[in-house]
Structures are given as C-alpha cells and as structure tokens.
C-alpha cells in the first residue's frame, strides 16, 4: 500500500480542514487506517483511527469531538475532517495503514507498516 496526504494549509483558530490520504493498491480495504500528527521537537502522537471496514472508531481526546475520520473504499481515500481547530493542532499529519488485515486500528505507530508523506497543518491564533 502506498499512501499519499493532502491538503494541509494555513487556517485560523477555530476554522476547519480536510485532509485526504489516496491510497495505491489493491489491498486498501483490508487495512484499518490511521492519522497521526507531529508536532515541531515533539513525539508522534495519534490522533485516531478507522476500522478496515468503516465501522468502528478511536479519537485521542485531544481531538475527540472535533475531529472525524471516515473513509471510502472504493475510492481508496481515507478523510480527517478537522473542525474547531486550535493553534496546539499544528503539526505535520501522517496517514498510516494498520499491519493487521481487518484490524480496529490502534494508537501505537508501531503497529502501523505503511506510512504516507505527511501534510502541514497551521493554525493560527
């Protein structure tokens, strides 16, 4: 699986983006697919997850209420709606697909084998 994110930019404190992650690869729909996010001197941390099928969820509570992460496999493009957002949401953010076939997702970047290029995401106060 190959995986590219985009649509990162400059947004005001309270504004709202989405990012998409396109995928490459048959196997796009097995996969439960992540977001992360890194933020400049600080760890990778999770932001959430999406099951291989669509059907289940997980937020950090950093985002939980106004983030939402949905996806369509048959256009093999994973979405991040980002509302509300805050200057402590800027980070570069990465897309990731989940090793295990028919996964929930996890919050552990090590559990997750395919990484895409990451998008920048600025918000100002």
């Known amino acids: 699986v190959q995986l590219q994110a985009s649509g990162g930019g400059l947004v005001q404190a309270g504004g709202s983006l989405r990012l998409s992650c396109a995928a490459s690869g048959r196997s796009f729909s097995y996969y439960a697919m992540g977001w992360f996010r890194q933020a400049p001197g600080k760890d990778r941390e999770f932001v959430g997850s999406?099951?291989?099928?669509?059907?289940?969820?997980l937020y950090a509570d950093s985002v939980k209420g106004r983030f939402t992460i949905s996806r369509d496999s048959a256009k093999k493009t994973v979405w991040l709606q980002m509302n509300n957002l805050r200057p402590g949401d800027t980070a570069v953010y990465y897309c990731?697909?989940?090793?295990?076939?028919?996964?929930?997702?996890?919050?552990?970047?090590?559990?997750?084998?395919?990484w895409g290029q990451g998008t920048l995401v600025t918000v100002s106060s």
């Open positions: 990731a697909a989940h090793n295990s076939i028919h996964g929930l997702g996890s919050m552990w970047p090590n559990e997750y084998g395919y």
């Open positions: 999406i099951s291989w099928n669509g059907d289940s969820t």
